[in-house]
């Protein structure tokens, strides 16, 4: 009997012991799995190895990768879920960088992290040393295509927090979000020359539930773009340029793209971009929605374009202009948008006359003009489309009509 009592003891402790430890938050060093740091080896074999090590741990402490303060040197890496827990990367001091030549890459990622929920990346700077790719022709040409790597792309990666890190210089896009539902982006630092080509900040598409919160973005694309299927997304305290503003699409490109739905841009500040906040369709283009999307206390410091709808886009000219977008474009504001435009005509509303805009609200738009021709009144301009008009707007809201 007191042997049995005994037996039954011991196995009751080890079953809590094991539990206790497999709760216990684990920290995995990638210089533990061979990393050196030294700038020239490639530490991204090491980086993976720690990452399976977490990923596989569990229990309900997160899991930690740690790359401590350094110069790694890291070729293509891919981080894959599911995990059996929440699992961090934390790179504070860390510089990853990537190899400068295009053809060390045969995808389209940098830094893929795929198929993970509740993960949280805090921390340090991701260089894609993209220059000699903006200075390459060939990809860059309308009818090439290339696989261009993006520096960090996030795949069906959900309920995750990415803070206080730097994407810069990067070959392409800088980050690429598709399928992560309900994530956040606080505290982010995205940098490449306004000159470099395709270099979106971030980019998103098919998700539900994205926050982007006091960050700084500089590119020479577009800081933020939306493509089909975005929905639920706020964007806040966002400071963007150069580059080409924040933009929603192009739309209609592809067929079968899924509604946009619910964006709320506010609290920014746009300088020395070439578009202000933009929502693009192609002509041509295959049927899309795009509704609830809005546009709150932004500054514009000398911008071209601060409010534009171009359902006319074709950036190549290759498009067949004469032929509608069938894009529909519903439930749209801008208010409380001020500052300084390079073009004379600061707010122009080009919707398709094959499925013109509904409910467009203007409301206390205050915009000068500020161009090479000097300084003065700016305009706007409507197309296909009635904007419900509230407060008191400069330039007038499209004091000839729409057309």
Known sequence: MYKDGYIRTTLCCLAVMALVARNHAVVIDIKTKGATGDGNTDDGPAIMSAWKEACDHGGSSPSTVLIPPGLYKTHSIVLSGPCKGPIELHATGATLKAPPELAKFNTT????????NRFTLTGGTFDGQGHHTWNSTKCHDSLMTCEIP???????????????????????????????????????????????????????????????????????????????????????????????????GSLGKFPNEQPLQGVWVKNCTITGTNNGVRIKSWPASYPGIASDIHFEDIIMNKVG???????????????????????????VSFRKIRGTSTTKVAMKFTCSPEAPCDNV??????????????HGAASSMCLHVKPKVAGHNVPEVCPGGTH
């Open 361 to 374: 609200e203007v409301a206390d738009i205050n915009l000068t003009f500020h161009g090479p021709g000097g």
């Open 109 to 116: 990622s940098w830094i893929l992290i795929k198929s993970v």
């Open 150 to 248: 993006v520096n960090l792309r996030l795949s069906h990666t959900k309920n995750s927090l990415f803070r206080d890190f730097t994407s810069a210089n990067s070959k392409n896009f800088h980050i690429a979000l598709w399928g992560c539902d309900n994530s956040s982006f606080v505290n982010i630092t995205i940098s490449a020359p306004g000159d470099s080509v395709n270099t979106d900040g971030i980019h998103i598409a098919r998700l539900n539930g994205l926050n982007i919160t006091n960050s700084t973005i500089k590119t020479g694309d577009d800081c933020i773009s939306f493509g089909d299927g975005s929905k639920n997304v706020r964007i806040e305290k966002v400071t963007c340029g150069p580059g080409h503003g924040i933009s929603i």
């Open 305 to 331: 374009n601060p409010i534009l709808i171009d359902q006319e886009y074709c950036p190549h000219d290759t498009c067949k202009k004469h032929v509608p977008s069938k894009v529909k474009l519903s439930n």
